[in-house]
């Protein structure tokens, strides 16, 4: 069973609207750690937000905020305000575990494009 | 701060022949990933090394390819003989690698793209 889903495989939005990205997600452990990654059509993946499965708070970083509802296993990323410089591939991504050992797993991401 | 630096960037090679390619992690990062990254798909973890010790190789096609980190430092991935399915991008991640809770993130260098004929 895949343990990342985004169902969403492409999405579009007009610049300086609000969007969210689908994320679900599927573990058996306790103790695991959500990522949000963009990637340019230049290839490098850059590291947006992080939120931990013991976190009471959902995280925040600048114009991304991540929508953690853990009962239902999912961690759905908000940009709000778009930029055309926004457009670019997003992956959600679980590392499982306590540790920093813990396997990392990716959906197949979601295609943003940000209309003028 | 550097950051994680990879060779080659583009690869073009006929199926059973063989390649490397090389990674160099941010310094002082202990744990280092090879990702493989297949068109229109999200990056798949191939080896996870942890210093020069190998963490996690589950889905390492074992038959074709290897990889080492023989000083805990940069490392080297090898496909032998390559097939027509391994063409994709193999991206090398790195992340400090302390033993605390997984909140560690990985960065990314820019990944080399293989294309075998």
């Known amino acids: 069973a895949q343990k990342i889903t985004q169902t969403q495989p492409g999405m579009f939005v007009q610049e300086k609207e609000a969007v969210t990205l689908d994320c679900t997600y599927d573990?058996?452990?306790?103790?695991?750690?959500l990522f949000w990654y963009k990637q340019p059509s230049s290839g490098e993946m850059i590291f947006l937000i992080y939120q931990g499965s013991y976190d009471q708070q959902n995280a925040t970083e600048g114009r991304y905020s991540l929508n953690f509802q853990k009962a239902r296993k999912s961690a759905n990323l908000v940009i709000s305000a778009s930029q055309l410089g926004d457009s670019a591939m997003y992956f959600c991504a679980m590392r499982e575990g306590r540790t920093n050992a813990g396997k990392s797993t990716f959906g197949d991401g979601t295609t943003l494009t940000v209309k003028p | 701060e550097a950051g994680v630096a990879q060779s080659p960037r583009y690869k073009i090679i006929e199926k059973r022949q063989s390649v490397a390619f090389w990674c160099n992690p941010i310094s002082g990062h202990a744990t280092l990933y090879w990702y493989q990254q297949i068109l229109g798909q999200g990056p798949k973890l191939l080896i996870q090394f942890q210093n020069n010790g190998v963490v996690d190789d589950s889905q390492l096609p074992k038959d074709r390819f290897s990889a080492e980190r023989l000083k805990g430092v940069d490392s080297t991935l090898k496909i032998q003989p390559a097939k027509l399915e391994d063409s994709a991008v193999y991206l090398c991640?790195?992340?400090?690698?302390?033993?605390?809770?997984?909140?560690?993130?990985?960065?990314f260098g820019p990944g080399t793209r293989l294309l075998v004929l």
């Open positions: 991640a790195s992340s400090l690698g302390g033993l605390g809770f997984s909140t560690e993130t990985q960065y």
């Open positions: 573990t058996s452990d306790p103790s695991y750690g």
